[in-house]
């Protein structure tokens, strides 16, 4: 067997596949974050680890024979995030997370001042990444700056915990803004715009090699066999990549986890950082991926099951009956926006609410933004390599009907259901492990999901008008949103 573990923001989820490279088992513990300050968003690195250890104990709960026959392990997780270790590999302050917004003055001021970068790093700058994070604590916490002796990305502190070793893969490098992008290395260039000192960064190794075997002490803890070899894993972009096949030139997917992505693969290098897309290494050799990439996916429908008191399924359930002639438009972007937009500082808005707007009219205007996100996505990646058809769906919210029906009406194209589509990285990460094991090589990585539903896109008519409204709202509410309030 080949387990798959998945960092996550909002959780940390656990495979368990079998010598079919097929889900056995899987379990998720979720996970909480902390807004200290409007745009901020940070994890504790030590909750992270503490999370696995609890994802693990249950999926061997559920699959005992998991204990003795583990044969590999594979990592996945949120990219970009900042986990800043001292010279004694101690957590030097929260990590700063992929969605966390205040780096966005030093983000502009760099893109101005070296616009030429962009092209480098496959990607316009923006606040979020790794690299503009080490500028803002240059400028803002100058003694957590200096006591920087290693940056990690999330998985690999996992990484760290279990292996013992600093190693990162080419996709989770490349949504650092650190990374050459068709070179595959570090780039001292970009690490001296950003303040950056390249010895500070991890190794970097293909997803499928072994970046370590794991410890005897971490063994014991987890209730594992020592000495088990783990690789080095991917980025979640690229491990859900994995999960669905998309290791050839041409296939694509969606993904409907807390962001959301739409993902196609290349075999060559394709930077367009002026269409708000990300050119990014694939965590498999000789493969890159352009991306759009959306901060709030389906983050807005918790947010609004958090704020209603109220299961997701129930909300999308009362959606399905919602008065079309009363939803209101939603503007999605609860931490800021990356594809198309590039804007940190805008924030969500519900307009056109009146007396006769209830819950079901609001959930189904959340359904409706998510889709119209997709639908810019589906643009700017169109400007510069095809969009593949028909489009597999995965991550959590691929679970809806109505989203993903809704997604397929506004962007004119059909989509795919897969089995364990929800599944996602984990599953992809314990392939990679598989790999790492020696059981399968990469060109073995195509397997595609049995797809469980077709979705059709519908000539409603219904998102025409009001798609044009939805970009018309974020050009008005851009204007207004540096206001006193």
């Not at 002026?274 to 990439?293: N, R, T």
Request: charged share 20%.
């Amino acid at each position: 067997m080949f387990m798959g573990i998945d960092l996550g923001t909002s959780g940390v989820k656990v495979c368990l596949v079998g010598e079919d490279l097929m889900p056995v088992v899987s379990a998720t513990v979720a996970l909480k974050i902390s807004h200290p300050r409007s745009g901020y968003s940070e994890q504790n690195p030590q909750d992270w680890w503490l999370a696995v250890q609890e994802a693990v104990a249950k999926v061997l709960d559920l699959e005992p024979r998991g204990t003795s026959s583990l044969r590999g392990i594979g990592l996945s997780g949120q990219m970009h995030g900042a986990v800043l270790l001292d010279r004694q590999k101690q957590v030097i302050r929260p990590a700063i997370l992929w969605n966390d917004g205040r780096s966005d003055a030093e983000c502009a001021a760099l893109v101005a001042d070296r616009p030429e970068l962009s092209a480098l790093a496959g990607v316009t700058l923006m606040a979020g990444f790794t690299a503009p994070k080490i500028l803002w604590l240059k400028a803002h916490e100058p003694e957590s700056y200096a006591r920087i002796r290693h940056v990690l990305l999330p998985k690999d502190y996992l990484g760290l915990q279990m292996h013992g070793q600093m190693m990162t893969d080419p996709c989770d490098a490349a949504g650092t803004w650190w990374f050459d992008e068709a070179a595959r290395r570090w780039s001292p260039e970009l690490c001296a715009a950003t303040a950056t000192n390249p010895d500070w960064l991890p190794q970097v190794r293909d997803g499928p090699e072994i970046a370590g075997y794991l410890r005897s002490d971490v063994a014991a803890l987890l209730g594992l066999p020592a000495g088990i070899p783990i690789a080095t894993g991917g980025g979640d972009a690229a491990a859900g990549a994995i999960a669905v096949g998309a290791v050839k030139d041409g296939a694509g997917f969606i993904s409907l986890g807390t962001s959301g992505q739409l993902f196609v693969t290349t075999d060559t290098f394709r930077a367009a950082p002026d269409e708000g897309i990300h050119s990014y290494a694939h965590c498999v050799p000789k493969l890159w991926f352009q991306m759009a990439a959306m901060l709030n996916g389906a983050r807005p429908m918790s947010w609004f099951s958090e704020m209603t008191d109220m299961p997701v399924g129930d909300l999308l359930t009362e959606a399905e009956g919602a008065r079309l002639d009363r939803v209101p438009l939603f503007l999605p972007y609860l931490t800021g926006e990356r594809t198309p937009h590039g804007d940190a500082r805008i924030r969500g808005a519900f307009y056109g609410l009146d007396n006769d707007t209830g819950r079901p009219e609001m959930m189904r205007a959340i359904v409706d933004a998510i889709a119209y996100s997709f639908a810019d996505a589906r643009d700017a990646i169109a400007s510069v390599t095809p969009v593949p058809r028909p489009l597999l769906a995965i991550g959590g919210g691929s679970k809806s009907n109505l989203l993903l029906q809704t997604i397929a009406d506004v962007m004119g194209s059909t989509l795919h259901q897969g089995e364990d589509s929800d599944v996602g990285p984990a599953l992809g990460a314990a392939r990679l492990g598989a790999v790492a094991a020696g059981v399968v090589t990469v060109g073995d990585l195509g397997w595609t999901p049995q797809i469980n539903a077709v979705f059709e896109p519908l000539p409603t008519g219904r998102h025409e008008g009001r798609l044009t409204t939805y970009h018309a709202l974020y050009a008005a509410l851009k204007g207004v949103r540096d206001l006193p309030r």
